[in-house]
């Protein structure tokens, strides 16, 4: 089984980034591997409570759907604890998915994967 991870940085301000992390992590869990996202920097604002369903892009279903695809098909989440810091967002705001990790947990999770892919 491979390991796929995928560092989300980009944030509500550029939507058309935020939904290949999700989709490319279910499409790889559907194929038998683990996927994980590990959101950082203003990606973190993309897994506060209630923002994807704020969040649409074209013909695109809302990315509250997409992301609860991805978390139901076993995709990890994990949330940078120093960028929630940077942004001044407290713990209790992200969605219960989400573990909030700090940079040695990003550097184990990229040298175990055969794969990162930045967002």
Same mark, same amino acid.
């Given at each position: 089984?491979?390991?796929? /991870?995928? +560092? ?9 980034? /935020? ?23 203003? $990606? +973190?604002?993309? +897994? ?7 969040? $649409? +892009?074209?013909?695109? *279903? *809302? ?10 098909? $076993? ?41 990162? /892919?930045?967002?």
């Amino acid at each position: 089984m491979a390991k796929i /991870l995928y +560092v989300q940085t980009s944030g509500p301000d550029t939507p058309e980034r /935020l939904y290949a992390p999700f989709i490319l992590g279910a499409t790889a869990v559907n194929m038998g591997d683990e996927a994980a996202i590990f959101f950082m920097i203003k $990606g +973190v604002m993309v +897994v506060k409570q209630g923002e994807a369903e704020k969040v $649409g +892009v074209g013909a695109f *279903p *809302p990315l509250a759907e997409v992301m609860r695809q991805a978390l139901d098909a $076993g995709v990890k989440v994990y949330i940078c604890e120093q960028s929630t810091q940077l942004l001044g967002i407290p713990r209790g705001e992200f969605i219960p998915e989400g573990v909030i990790a700090g940079g040695a947990t990003l550097n184990d999770l990229a040298l175990e994967a055969e794969a990162v /892919l930045t967002f």
